[in-house]
């Protein structure tokens, strides 16, 4: 418990540390100067990247200099800039809560957490950009009918997202996968020869289709670090017992980009 504690504070605290945004700039012989990140600079041109995802191209005989990493903390550079990474991965820490009381599990808040490995493949104009993400999360929870014993369950979930070109915003997309749940039952046996009841816990594994939506926004707080809420609401399909589950999860994710 100290170990969880020690965690989502130190996620809570994230958000409040000290960063410096850093961009490239371009000085043409007009004396303009361009702000973004230089794609490639080379003896003929120099291909920059603007704050909205737009890439420019100037002719050597145009550019005065250039300069690297030039430190910036603008709150406007902040909310308008992200890496253009293709990679990258992410921690995710909250709860799952069931909309729905199915096989006896309890409308219980339970703890959630995972990870998340995603691919930005392509790019829509200069508007959204399109993601692949493999999710894993993780929870436990005591089912009702056999207090003391703890059921998990693990979600493996395929993610085709949409999200904002040149940083920080929204993003939302649908999922599917499959959930891998172990549930402890109790089996009641009559010894044959002294009669005696016998009652003994058995793991029951199923693996169901896991179908769903996901909502979230992260903000940039330097070029490779972001941080921000997911909320997924998803359903998992039904057994010979039951007719389905369906879900809310609240998790706060902390992705670097590579």
Known sequence: MNLLKLCTLALCLLPILPSAYALDQVIL????????????????????????????RYQRDQIQSTEYDTPSNSSDEQKSYGTQAKVWLAGELGGLFPLNNTAGVGMTLRFNYGGRLGLNIAQVNNFAKFAMAFDFTHSDYTDVNTPGYATTMNEMMLEFLFTKVGGSGFYFGPEIGFAHRSTPTLQTT??????TVVTTTVITSNNPFDFGLNFGYELFLDDFFSLGPSLHLTHISGTADDTGQTLAKFLLVGTIHF
């Open 29 to 56: 012989k007009s004396g303009e100067v361009i702000d973004g990140k230089i794609q490639s600079d080379n003896p003929l041109h120099v291909d920059i990247q603007f704050l909205n995802g737009t890439k420019v």
């Open 190 to 195: 009559v010894d044959g020869t002294t009669g």
